[in-house]
């Protein structure tokens, strides 16, 4: 695995770190805090003293291919005298774990423990909390459970039902997906100014316009177009609208006026939300049968998702919107 993969995922566990979380280093045993946390970077601040000091990227990358070059771990003493720190931080890494007894910082397969101070560990879980009033993670959990059930190389191999299941849950997402983005939009447009594009970790966000144009009064445009010498009739054009009307109270057939052509397409017909709550409970069901760690977490998530069953947005049918 490249370091740079390693790196960001360290970025997101030192991102989720709670206000005022401690760490202490392996040797010294010093207590410090994150400060800021930058692309290239990470600032710690040592609340004893008020001292900000910068760790650099380049070092951890260091840090890292002597524990990747390592059989047995990296022993702690070979680090230079004022680099205590790094390890600590890396150490808030999933795969990576400072055993003080042996002295060395190790990579593992699996989740280790931190340099979080005790106090801190027991009250800074980086635990997933399910978002109130945000239907698209209730859809999203169903959605990939319905993916990691089925292969999905082969979309022709897929029994028809499994399809229609996920197409239902694929419109779903994507309904309620977008009505969070356009609601995410609304705030981030009075943060961001023309041209200068704003980063996150998967992307990057820039505001710009676009440019709209209605006619005003018909009179008024046909009566300025005429005042420099265009004819009206040079831009009068066949209403839609109006021709529809008038097709109504004639005896005039749809093809005389329209070339018609037809296009077939699969929507959606109806949610059954009932089944969707039976789903997440077998989900809730089989989690909890589990003594995986992160069976514990989703456990935790899908704890209240049958409570907000009912808020799901339901889709009419089109004898109902018509009735």
């Not at 990747?68 to 390890?87: I, K, M, N, T, V």
Request: aromatic share 4%; with cysteine.
């Amino acid at each position: 695995m490249p370091f740079s993969v390693s790196w960001h995922t360290l970025l997101n566990e030192l991102d989720e770190l709670s206000d005022g979380a401690e760490l202490i280093t392996p040797l010294s045993h010093d207590r410090f805090r994150i400060g800021d946390v930058q692309e290239h970077r990470v600032i710690i601040t040592f609340p004893d003293t008020g001292k900000r000091r910068p760790l650099q990227r380049d070092q951890f990358e260091t840090l890292y291919q002597r524990i990747q070059d390592s059989d047995d771990g990296f022993d702690l003493d070979r680090l230079p005298a004022d680099a205590d720190p790094y390890p600590a931080v890396l150490s808030l890494h999933p795969r990576f774990e400072t055993d003080e007894e042996r002295g060395v910082i190790v990579e593992k397969e699996g989740v280790t423990d931190s340099q979080l101070t005790s106090e801190e560990a027991g009250t800074s879980d980086n635990e997933r909390n399910e978002p109130d009033g945000i239907d698209v993670y209730s859809d999203a959990l169903l959605l990939i459970d319905a993916l990691e059930r089925h292969e999905m190389s082969d979309l022709t191999a897929l029994e028809t039902d499994a399809l229609v299941n996920m197409y239902t849950l694929c419109s779903d997402v994507q309904r309620n997906a977008n009505e969070l983005r356009k609601d995410i939009a609304d705030v981030l447009l009075d943060r961001l100014h023309h041209d200068q594009p704003v980063h996150g970790q998967y992307g990057s966000v820039q505001r710009t316009s676009r440019r709209n144009r209605s006619l005003r009064d018909e009179e008024e445009v046909l009566t300025k177009l005429e005042a420099t010498g265009i004819d009206r009739d040079r831009v009068m054009s066949v209403d839609s609208g109006k021709v529809a009307e008038a097709l109504e109270v004639t005896e005039l057939a749809e093809p005389d006026i329209y070339e018609i052509s037809e296009s077939e397409y699969v929507r959606k017909a109806e949610v059954d939300e009932d089944v969707k709550e039976s789903r997440l409970q077998g989900l809730k069901d089989r989690l909890a049968a589990s003594d995986d760690p992160e069976s514990d977490e989703l456990r935790q998530e899908i704890e209240t998702l049958e409570e907000r069953i009912d808020d799901l947005t339901s889709f009419s049918t089109g004898a109902q919107m018509q009735g």
